[in-house]
């Protein structure tokens, strides 16, 4: 997919083993894009992979094929000699390594067309200072740019770490699995993705094979990488509501939780678009997909977050539907104070508010229940009722401060809001 990513005779810099060893294998075992320069940043501080990508691929690469000798993509336009790359560029005396030392705090430069601030790597050293330098990386991608100066483009895969693209973010605008580097610096959070193209990959040339499978064992570090498709939908969907595309809202949003592997954690910024965005039907259909879901089951912090977003969109007999159930299974004090205690901190007000008046009933002088009850009345405006349960706070614990501290404050608000008659 990040092949496919690419227009012909591309470079893309590539982050380590994970997004090379993979594409490698596809170019030269497969034949695959074989157009696509392939440049991993790790390799690109050694002096022999930069004359490998001065030149041709490196003969123990070399593989015979029925079309005759590979080789993956054209060469670099290195304009660097051999000495220089292997003495002085990749060299390791202190009148080298002076060359390479760069202002901590980054340094403007302008290259094809471009201005941005490059910034240092700054390394401490034994004494207790720093000192800024650029990695020979650096050199070689910012020299790339300009070497290369728009005539092929250059692509970086989302799966370089920000430290890695030289401070050109600004100048870099997605398109699914990649970054294009592009002439103009993108000036919104809009122009950061180029949504014709994005569109095009993620929905029509990608290829999702068994991401969605749970049959097949995923380990940590491959569910890191392919999060890298759920955050492509989620900002497809996030762009596509700002322009009011309902359809490809949708689209987006059902592509992020079919297609690829998330979580609730991840799911939880689809559900915050489509409420920003008050697109509130189409967000109670992902709400109740996301009843049906494991979490949801076994996790109550998953199901508290479903009912605030059903009090929100007003889904409020469902949501009071729900609540009963949840409360019917609790048959202990502890646990029936915890779960609307959990309300409260989660401005489900109006609802703990009624549990706790059972509790009440049952428990009418626990300062425990109380108070909460009265944190609930304070956050929905009823603030005498609030005042008279601190009252009661006060008779059974006389010296309470926080039911001290929060009998002056309504005190001051029903002052506040309540007219003074005696002046007429």
């Known amino acids: 997919n990040i092949l496919a990513s690419c227009e012909p005779n591309a470079i893309l810099f590539s982050n380590g083993d994970n997004d090379t060893f993979p594409i490698w294998y596809l170019q030269e075992v497969s034949g695959i894009r074989k157009d696509v320069r392939l440049v991993n940043l790790s390799l690109l501080n050694t002096d022999w992979y930069i004359l490998q990508l001065k030149y ?58 471009i201005k941005w601030k490059v910034p240092a790597q700054v390394f401490s050293l034994g004494s207790g200072e720093t000192l800024g330098m650029l990695r020979v990386q650096d050199i070689m991608v910012f020299k790339t740019v300009e070497w290369v100066n728009w005539e092929r483009p250059v692509y970086f895969a989302v799966t370089v770490a920000l430290e890695n693209k030289i401070g050109l973010s600004d100048y870099l605008a997605m398109e699914g699995m990649v970054y294009r580097l592009m002439p103009e610096k993108a000036l919104t959070p809009e122009q950061h993705v180029n949504l014709p193209v994005m569109h095009e990959n993620v929905f029509e040339k990608y290829q999702y094979r068994y991401l969605d499978d749970p049959t097949i064992y995923l380990p940590p570090n491959s569910i890191k990488l392919v999060t890298n498709y759920f955050i492509g939908f989620a900002q497809l969907c996030e762009l596509y509501t700002l322009s009011g595309d309902r359809e490809n ?128 009345l304070y956050s929905i405006g009823e603030y005498s009722q609030s005042l008279e349960v601190v009252n009661r706070i006060l008779q059974l614990a006389p010296g309470d401060k926080d039911a001290i501290e929060t009998r002056e404050i309504l005190n001051q608000i029903l002052e506040s809001i309540v007219p003074d008659t005696t002046q007429n």
Not at 322 to 349: A, C, N, P
Request: aromatic share 10%; net charge negative.
């Open 56 to 113: 041709e691929t490196a003969p123990i690469l070399k593989r015979h094929t029925r079309d005759g000798l590979t080789q993956s993509g054209a060469t670099l336009p290195i304009e660097y000699t051999d000495d220089f790359i292997e003495n002085t560029l990749c060299g390791r005396e202190e009148k080298d390594l002076a060359m390479r030392l760069w202002p901590e705090e980054g340094q403007d430069v302008s290259i094809a067309g």
């Open 249 to 376: 809202t949708i689209r987006s949003a059902w592509g992020a939780l079919k297609k690829t592997p998330n979580d609730f954690d991840k799911r939880i910024i689809l559900y915050q678009i489509l409420a920003q965005s008050k697109i509130n039907d189409v967000l109670y259909e992902f709400l109740e997909w996301e009843m049906t879901s494991r979490e949801y089951k076994n996790d109550i912090y998953n199901r508290i977050f479903i009912y605030q977003h059903l009090a929100a969109i007003n889904k409020n007999e469902k949501l009071n539907t729900l609540l009963e159930d949840e409360w019917e299974k609790l048959h202990d004090f502890q646990s029936q104070l915890e779960f609307g205690t959990l309300l409260i901190r989660d401005e489900l007000d109006t609802q703990a508010k009624r549990f706790l008046e059972e509790l009440i009933e049952k428990n009418p002088g626990n300062i425990d229940v109380l108070k909460p009850y009265s944190a609930a």
